[in-house]
């Protein structure tokens, strides 16, 4: 019994003692140890192991267990999943207690468990056993218990089979529907009742698991709660109106309070008509008619390592927040957070990166409108958005700019010459309208001037007049001088619409800052000086411009890409005669050719390549995954983010891995192919000249295919360097597809 204590206690001084690595930084979660047995497998390999399970029917489920697969394999392979991390090992250990205290052990090996990297409150489970929990529900949940209850609902859906249930009957009611003239929307209204009777009965079920481990009945409803105002951020704490306040920099003492604050809606009874999930009052009411467990606990595991969970997933969630463009959500959350970890400097580059986002949202308004996180703020997330209200775009791009320069670290200068270039170019404001201190001084003059100020004595009238021209004239410089100092040091910003202009009054002394405002007047002076030329041109002219850019362009576009990081290819096959039909099987099989075709003929041109599209399952590793995750990610949101002005905050991940392995492009390609209907059209048409008949019946019953290719190489800003687009009106043909490429590899081989 003394060791048990002992050991006990050795864990909990251990999980205490991983809080103070939030102190000053935090490292994000990445995967870790053995690589899933699903993700090695592959899609085929796995719907070969769901068959053999499946006592039923196999053949009438073949196509639910290929879309599951497919949708899996890709989540898996998104960049989006976590497994073997801190998060994803705590997870597992509270879905066992779980199983094993209520009786349900042998269920165990039949669930595997990911974290998935999403700042949304979620859970989702798969007919296979793959359950997932996003990262922003690790940060909302208050105890262990309500984890508990959570992953006892999702595994229910597992043994109750539900996904396999809903998809029959979804294939059931469309087929009828086509067969009847009933309203769609009584189609949506039944189907909507399926799936509510199947959330209601995998409450049923998960709280009886959930009690009988143990765990105190009364989190399970709390976790509704959770659900209801996930919506909000982790906690409600009022934002401090003088957090942003610096040395020559106050911002406005009712920019960021609130007056009144809004109540916060509760929509516990909405009506879940169309919904696919049962309303909260109604879900608290049937688990209310259950037996529980009121006096049960609220964890196993032990309270300091589930505050690690919960503040890991606090601060992971911050980044997430970023790259999904809730940037009032990550400025508000770092804030709560830095009231815990005053010194942590990942916090600040939150905070700073946040204000970025809102200057891009004021700045360039449609962003903001396309936006769905704006409509979502409630509560004290409201003094942000009052803040930014009340901002003009100048002084907005200030406050970020002051933020991210505080951080001095060279890999934000990207975002600190965006939001310089926006203040020149968008808002034609430069650094010469703020009010800028002296350029540094040397230490002998500091001393020099210093001396001068404390030994200088200002004169009457009468003596200034007796002084010789010369030394009228340095007697007013020195007066002007020391004038000047003491009105700037008297500058009141707090009364002033104009505060903002001296809000970069010492970062303006920093010639790093300068030549960034100089750079950007340089860019517009030059954009406008061609926009002048162009426009006096006569339409002749301009046409003989274009065509020489073009060729210049061209030439330009020459490029040898030696060393390559490959992504895995995209082929989408599909049928669109009747009803648009994604033919999983052949677009697997032909995109697995395509990616080791590609391999090929890269390396017959002696390529250096980073392979991330075709890896024998034997040779993967979870290193090689990382790589694929943090690239994949970069690439999602440089493509969500594109005619959005805004720079992906993922892009520092893959800087560092660029540099470690000193790639220098990215080539990324793709097929889609469809089977269209037929035109029968000229069937009709040519009786009319009968002995054409026999040809046109001829073409209508031929196949008709269209088949679109992409090649495109990006150097590793993002950039793209050259690309190139095939249409062709047949199917997709392995052999047309390696000429493709091949055609394109030997355009980015050419020696300069």
């Known amino acids: 019994?003394?060791?048990?204590?002992?050991?006990?206690?050795?864990?909990?001084?251990?999980?205490?003692?991983?809080?103070?690595?939030?102190?000053?930084?935090?490292?994000?979660?990445?995967?870790?140890?053995?690589?899933?047995?699903?993700?090695?497998?592959?899609?085929?390999?796995?719907?070969?192991?769901?068959?053999?399970?499946?006592?039923?029917?196999?053949?009438?489920?073949?196509?639910?267990?290929?879309?599951?697969?497919?949708?899996?394999?890709?989540?898996?392979?998104?960049?989006?999943?976590?497994?073997?991390?801190?998060?994803?090992?705590?997870?597992?250990?509270?879905?066992?207690?779980?199983?094993?205290?209520?009786?349900?052990d042998s269920i165990i090996n039949k669930i595997e468990i990911f974290i998935l990297k999403s700042n949304k409150v979620n859970a989702v489970a798969m007919q296979d056993g793959s359950i997932f929990i996003t990262v922003g529900l690790l940060a909302q949940i208050e105890n262990e218990a309500q984890?508990?209850?959570?992953?006892?609902?999702?595994?229910?859906?597992?043994?109750?089979?539900?996904?396999?249930?809903?998809?029959?009957?979804?294939?059931?009611?469309?087929?009828?529907?086509?067969?009847?003239?009933?309203?769609?929307?009584?189609?949506?209204?039944?189907?909507?009742?399926?799936?509510k009777q199947k959330e209601l009965e995998a409450d049923s079920l998960g709280y009886t698991i959930f009690s009988k481990a143990g765990y105190d009945s009364d989190e399970a409803i709390k976790m509704l709660y959770v659900l209801l105002y996930s919506h909000l951020p982790f906690d409600e704490l009022p934002f401090s109106s003088t957090f942003f306040n610096k040395e020559n920099y106050t911002l406005p003492s009712d920019y960021l309070s609130l007056e009144t604050m809004g109540e916060i809606s509760n929509n516990i009874d909405i009506d879940d008509t169309y919904s696919t999930h049962p309303n909260i009052?109604?879900?608290?009411?049937?688990?209310?008619?259950?037996?529980?467990?009121?006096?049960?606990?609220?964890?196993?595991?032990?309270?300091?390592?589930?505050?690690?969970?919960?503040?890991?997933?606090?601060?992971?969630?911050?980044?997430l927040n970023l790259i999904s463009k809730n940037f009032f959500r990550v400025v508000y959350e770092s804030y709560?957070?830095?009231?815990?970890?005053?010194?942590?400097?990942?916090?600040?580059?939150?905070?700073?990166?946040?204000?970025?986002?809102?200057?891009?949202?004021?700045?360039?308004?449609?962003?903001?409108?396309?936006?769905?996180?704006?409509?979502?703020?409630?509560?004290?997330?409201?003094?942000?958005?009052?803040?930014?209200?009340?901002?003009?775009?100048?002084?907005?791009?200030?406050?970020?700019?002051?933020?991210?320069?505080?951080?001095?670290?060279?890999?934000?200068?990207?975002?600190?010459?965006?939001?310089?270039?926006?203040?020149?170019?968008?808002?034609?404001?430069?650094?010469?309208?703020?009010?800028?201190?002296?350029?540094?001084?040397?230490?002998k003059t500091i001393l020099k001037e210093k001396k001068e100020n404390e030994s200088f004595l200002e004169l009457t009238d009468q003596e200034y007049e007796?002084?010789?021209?010369?030394?009228?004239?340095?007697?007013?410089?020195?007066?002007?001088?020391?004038?000047?100092?003491?009105?700037?040091?008297?500058?009141?910003?707090?009364?002033?619409?104009?505060?903002?202009?001296?809000?970069?009054?010492?970062?303006?002394?920093?010639?790093?800052?300068?030549?960034?405002?100089?750079?950007?007047?340089?860019?517009?002076?030059?954009?406008?000086?061609?926009?002048?030329?162009?426009?006096?041109?006569?339409?002749?002219?301009?046409?003989?411009?274009?065509?020489?850019?073009?060729?210049?362009?061209?030439?330009?576009?020459?490029?040898?890409?030696?060393s390559i990081v490959l992504?895995?290819?995209?082929?989408?096959?599909?049928?669109?005669?009747?009803?648009?039909?994604?033919?999983?099987?052949?677009?697997?099989?032909?995109?697995?050719?395509?990616?080791?075709?590609?391999?090929?003929?890269l390396k017959q041109y002696d390529k250096t390549v980073l392979n991330l599209s075709y890896v024998k399952s034997n040779t993967l590793s979870t290193e090689r995954l990382n790589q694929e995750y943090a690239i994949k990610e970069w690439m999602n949101e440089k493509e969500e983010n594109s005619g959005y002005h805004i720079l992906p905050f993922s892009k520092q991940k893959v800087d560092t891995l660029f540099e470690q392995y000193g790639y220098k492009y990215i080539l990324e390609t793709g097929v889609f192919t469809a089977r269209i209907k037929s035109d029968w059209s000229v069937v009709w048409s040519s009786i009319l000249v009968y002995p054409t008949v026999p040809l046109a019946i001829a073409y209508a019953i031929t196949p008709k295919y269209i088949t679109y290719k992409y090649a495109t190489l990006y150097d590793t800003n993002g950039n793209e360097v050259l690309s190139n687009v095939s249409e062709v009106v047949r199917k997709g043909n392995g052999s047309l597809d390696r000429l493709f490429i091949e055609d394109f590899v030997r355009k980015i081989s050419v020696k300069k």
Not at 22 to 42: D, R, T, W
Not at 377 to 392: A, L, P, R
Request: glycine content about 4%; some cysteine; hydrophobic content about 30%.
């Open 147 to 195: 984890l508990a209850f959570t992953l006892a609902h999702e595994i229910s859906h597992v043994i109750l089979k539900h996904n396999l249930e809903s998809y029959n009957e979804v294939k059931q009611e469309v087929k009828n529907y086509k067969q009847s003239s009933e309203n769609v929307n009584d189609v949506i209204e039944r189907l909507s009742d399926y799936s």
């Open 336 to 443: 709560l957070l830095k009231l815990q970890y005053p010194n942590n400097t990942y916090l600040d580059a939150c905070i700073a990166k946040g204000l970025y986002g809102l200057s891009k949202f004021k700045t360039y308004p449609e962003i903001a409108t396309n936006s769905s996180w704006e409509n979502e703020i409630e509560g004290n997330t409201e003094s942000i958005k009052n803040m930014y209200n009340k901002m003009s775009q100048e002084e907005l791009a200030t406050l970020a700019i002051k933020a991210i320069y505080a951080l001095k670290d060279p890999n934000l200068n990207s975002y600190l010459y965006d939001l310089v270039s926006d203040m020149v170019e968008t808002m034609e404001f430069d650094y010469n309208d703020f009010i800028v201190k002296d350029k540094p001084k040397s230490e």
């Open 466 to 562: 007796k002084l010789s021209k010369v030394d009228k004239i340095i007697y007013k410089k020195k007066l002007n001088r020391i004038n000047n100092e003491k009105e700037l040091e008297k500058i009141n910003l707090s009364t002033d619409d104009s505060y903002f202009l001296s809000g970069l009054y010492t970062e303006l002394t920093d010639t790093t800052l300068i030549n960034m405002f100089e750079k950007s007047i340089s860019v517009r002076k030059k954009n406008k000086e061609f926009e002048e030329f162009y426009n006096r041109m006569s339409y002749k002219k301009k046409e003989r411009y274009n065509r020489k850019q073009i060729k210049k362009n061209l030439k330009e576009s020459k490029v040898n890409a030696d």
């Open 1 to 104: 019994m003394k060791y048990f204590f002992l050991l006990a206690l050795l864990l909990t001084v251990q999980a205490y003692s991983q809080l103070p690595q939030f102190k000053y930084s935090m490292i994000h979660s990445e995967c870790k140890g053995e690589i899933p047995a699903k993700l090695k497998n592959g899609v085929l390999a796995n719907v070969s192991i769901d068959l053999a399970k499946d006592k039923s029917d196999w053949y009438l489920n073949k196509d639910f267990y290929l879309q599951t697969q497919y949708y899996l394999n890709s989540l898996l392979k998104s960049g989006k999943v976590i497994f073997g991390d801190k998060m994803n090992d705590y997870v597992n250990q509270v879905a066992k207690d779980v199983l094993i205290k209520s009786g349900n």
């Open 281 to 319: 009052q109604n879900r608290i009411e049937g688990m209310e008619k259950l037996e529980g467990n009121p006096s049960g606990i609220t964890q196993y595991s032990g309270d300091s390592l589930f505050t690690y969970i919960n503040t890991k997933a606090r601060f992971e969630n911050q980044y």
């Open 567 to 601: 992504i895995e290819p995209f082929y989408y096959s599909v049928d669109d005669r009747n009803s648009t039909k994604f033919k999983i099987e052949e677009s697997i099989k032909k995109k697995e050719r395509m990616a080791k075709e590609t391999t090929r003929i």
